[in-house]
């Protein structure tokens, strides 16, 4: 690739109109990787247009300039393409959508994720006419035992039947509406798999010959636990496509393309996915009283006037919130805050459904909290021998977790929440000061146990269930209440787009 082409993409986005110049505000580049491209490999910058090519419908200028013989116009025009591309990754993602590929952008496009595209769509209502399907499995994996394929097909079949009217029946030899296979590399669907990790599995939508049929990738390290590769959750996702559905950017979907198996979560189809597959197929009769006991779970919306948090803290320029296995990422730049996975940006160890998160920015450590264990992570990585007891930062053995981690950047100190006390921990020296303090002293006027606390523009802020408590430390009092979500800003045309989407 020539320097004339890595130049570009580091800087043809700020060119573009409605954004305010990505530069403007430093950033540094030794934390989260989320500075400019300077530091990307020609190998890098390669794959990030293969990846565009093949998920976000880029097509590169050497395919183009087939098509026109005035080269100036034509290169203009693939930087702004080549930049809106990254922009629409980075929505789709819930990354901040600078349109620039920084390191952290490529880090998600390396994620292992389903080889079909995020924005071709397949036509709406394309769909298998009968209710009984056929499937046959072609080519065993060589890794696992044919009994336990069988096994996790037909759960997976069982996810999507238990809520919409369809049925599967497997066939040993005969033809079969969708025949299943394990395939190595080029198998000759003009889709080659890649090896270990990257694309995990693709599928066909519903249609004659190849239409329905899915593929696995045989290199990939498949299981049934958490090594590797869990089998289950990719296998519903690639037999949602096998019956008509596209990917969507709702992150608690299963049609959602990266993979984000995590330990205590059991996969499961989320409201999206059923009311999605039910517009294909009707409704199982018998979903109703089964979703009565057990609803099918809602992604959090960050519109929602009863949400509350997990966590909050600032990373670099951005605020995080959290909540479950979900976060937002307000970055000062963007107007629109979307929802991600925790486990898009740091690794599956990472828990979700977490108490407290603070950025130790003197040590560029981030900290997780929960139950009686933390977790610090460098750059995305986790650091050797976590997660620890907290018992290590010095709380006594009758503190058993940490509401909420409240650090001061300046002043080198952090201060955590527990039931009706506080701690404040001195993060140069490594140790606890002195003893806890009651929060209503230290703190009065907030209520405890408090959810999250974060320390930004000046002030302290404070959630407790679905309320934003701004709190003025010199004055040593609440200075303004407001719904917990109000940091979010939900008002954009985007987001009516998906709540329009979503109900
Ligand atoms: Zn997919
Ligand atoms: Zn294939």
Same mark, same amino acid.
């Given at each position: 690739?020539?320097?004339?082409?890595?130049?570009?993409?580091?800087?043809?986005?700020?060119?573009?109109?409605?954004?305010?110049?990505?530069?403007?505000?430093?950033?540094?580049?030794?934390?989260?990787?989320?500075?400019?491209?300077?530091?990307?490999?020609?190998?890098?910058?390669?794959?990030?247009?293969?990846?565009?090519?093949?998920?976000?419908?880029?097509?590169?200028?050497?395919?183009?300039?087939?098509?026109?013989?005035?080269?100036?116009?034509?290169?203009?025009?693939?930087?702004? *393409?080549?930049?809106?591309?990254?922009?629409?990754?980075?929505?789709?993602?819930?990354?901040?959508?600078?349109?620039?590929?920084?390191?952290?952008?490529?880090?998600?496009?390396?994620?292992?994720?389903?080889?079909?595209?995020?924005?071709?769509?397949?036509?709406?209502?394309?769909?298998?006419?009968?209710?009984?399907?056929?499937?046959?499995?072609?080519?065993?994996?060589?890794?696992?035992?044919?009994?336990?394929?069988?096994?996790?097909?037909?759960?997976?079949?069982?996810?999507?039947?238990?809520?919409?009217?369809?049925?599967?029946?497997?066939?040993?030899?005969?033809?079969?509406?969708?025949?299943?296979?394990?395939?190595?590399?080029?198998?000759?669907?003009?889709?080659?798999?890649?090896?270990?990790?990257?694309?995990?599995?693709?599928?066909?939508?519903?249609?004659?010959?190849?239409?329905?049929?899915?593929?696995?990738?045989?290199?990939?390290?498949?299981?049934?636990?958490?090594?590797?590769?869990?089998?289950?959750?990719?296998?519903?996702?690639?037999?949602?496509?096998?019956?008509?559905?596209?990917?969507?950017?709702?992150?608690?979907?299963?049609?959602?393309?990266?993979?984000?198996?995590?330990?205590?979560?059991?996969? *499961?189809?989320?409201?999206?996915?059923?009311?999605?597959?039910?517009?294909?197929?009707?409704?199982?009769?018998?979903?109703?009283?089964?979703?009565?006991?057990?609803?099918?779970?809602?992604?959090?919306?960050?519109?929602?006037?009863?949400?509350?948090?997990?966590?909050?803290?600032?990373?670099?320029?951005?605020?995080?919130?959290?909540?479950?296995?979900?976060?937002?990422?307000?970055?000062?730049?963007?107007?629109?805050?979307?929802?991600?996975?925790?486990?898009?940006?740091?690794?599956?160890?990472?828990?979700?459904?977490?108490?407290?998160?603070?950025?130790?920015?003197?040590?560029?450590?981030?900290?997780?909290?929960?139950?009686?264990?933390?977790?610090?992570?460098? *750059?995305?990585?986790?650091?050797?021998?976590?997660?620890?007891?907290?018992?290590?930062?010095?709380?006594?053995?009758?503190?058993?977790?940490?509401?909420?981690?409240?650090?001061?950047?300046?002043?080198?100190?952090?201060?955590?929440?527990?039931?009706?006390?506080?701690?404040?921990?001195?993060?140069? *020296?490594?140790?606890?000061?002195?003893?806890?303090?009651?929060?209503?002293?230290?703190?009065?006027?907030?209520?405890?146990?408090?959810?999250?606390?974060?320390?930004?523009?000046?002030?302290?802020?404070?959630?407790?269930?679905?309320?934003?408590?701004?709190?003025?430390?010199?004055?040593?009092?609440?200075?303004?209440?407001?719904?917990?979500?109000?940091?979010?800003?939900?008002?954009?045309?985007?987001?009516?787009?998906?709540?329009?989407?979503?109900?």
């Amino acid at each position: 690739m020539s320097k004339m082409k890595m130049l570009w993409l580091s800087l043809l986005c700020l060119m573009m109109p409605s954004k305010t110049p990505v530069t403007a505000l430093p950033l540094r580049t030794t934390d989260l990787p989320t500075g400019p491209n300077d530091g990307l490999s020609e190998a890098d910058q390669e794959f990030a247009e293969e990846y565009l090519q093949h998920f976000y419908g880029y097509r590169p200028k050497s395919e183009r300039r087939k098509r026109t013989a005035d080269t100036d116009v034509d290169e203009s025009d693939w930087n702004t *393409q080549l930049c809106d591309k990254v922009e629409k990754m980075q929505r789709f993602f819930g990354l901040p959508p600078s349109g620039e590929l920084t390191k952290e952008t490529l880090a998600v496009m390396k994620r292992p994720r389903c080889g079909l595209s995020d924005v071709e769509q397949f036509g709406k209502n394309i769909r298998w006419k009968k209710r009984t399907l056929s499937y046959r499995i072609a080519v065993y994996s060589r890794s696992i035992p044919a009994p336990k394929v069988h096994k996790v097909f037909k759960a997976a079949w069982k996810v999507w039947s238990s809520v919409a009217q369809i049925k599967f029946r497997r066939r040993r030899r005969k033809e079969a509406d969708i025949v299943i296979s394990f395939m190595n590399r080029d198998h000759k669907d003009g889709s080659p798999f890649d090896g270990k990790g990257g694309v995990l599995a693709h599928a066909f939508m519903p249609g004659y010959g190849i239409g329905g049929d899915v593929h696995f990738d045989a290199e990939e390290d498949w299981s049934f636990n958490f090594t590797g590769f869990n089998l289950f959750p990719v296998t519903v996702h690639e037999f949602g496509h096998a019956l008509g559905l596209p990917h969507s950017s709702d992150p608690g979907a299963i049609m959602y393309p990266a993979y984000n198996f995590v330990p205590n979560y059991e996969p *499961q189809l989320s409201y999206r996915d059923v009311k999605d597959i039910q517009h294909l197929y009707g409704i199982n009769p018998n979903f109703a009283s089964l979703s009565s006991k057990k609803p099918p779970p809602r992604t959090p919306e960050k519109c929602d006037l009863d949400l509350s948090f997990d966590a909050v803290t600032e990373l670099q320029q951005e605020l995080l919130f959290f909540k479950d296995r979900f976060m937002w990422r307000k970055h000062p730049q963007f107007d629109e805050t979307r929802i991600t996975l925790i486990s898009s940006l740091w690794p599956e160890s990472v828990p979700t459904h977490l108490d407290a998160v603070y950025e130790n920015t003197r040590k560029n450590l981030i900290v997780f909290f929960k139950g009686h264990l933390y977790w610090m992570l460098r *750059q995305l990585q986790v650091e050797d021998g976590f997660p620890k007891n907290i018992s290590n930062l010095g709380f006594p053995s009758r503190i058993k977790s940490v509401d909420a981690a409240l650090h001061f950047r300046n002043d080198r100190y952090t201060v955590f929440f527990t039931g009706n006390e506080c701690w404040r921990y001195n993060e140069l *020296q490594e140790m606890m000061e002195g003893s806890p303090s009651l929060i209503e002293k230290q703190w009065p006027g907030i209520p405890y146990p408090i959810d999250a606390a974060v320390f930004f523009d000046g002030f302290v802020h404070f959630f407790k269930g679905n309320i934003h408590y701004k709190y003025d430390s010199d004055s040593k009092r609440v200075i303004a209440t407001s719904p917990a979500n109000d940091l979010l800003e939900c008002k954009t045309e985007d987001d009516n787009e998906i709540l329009r989407e979503g109900r």
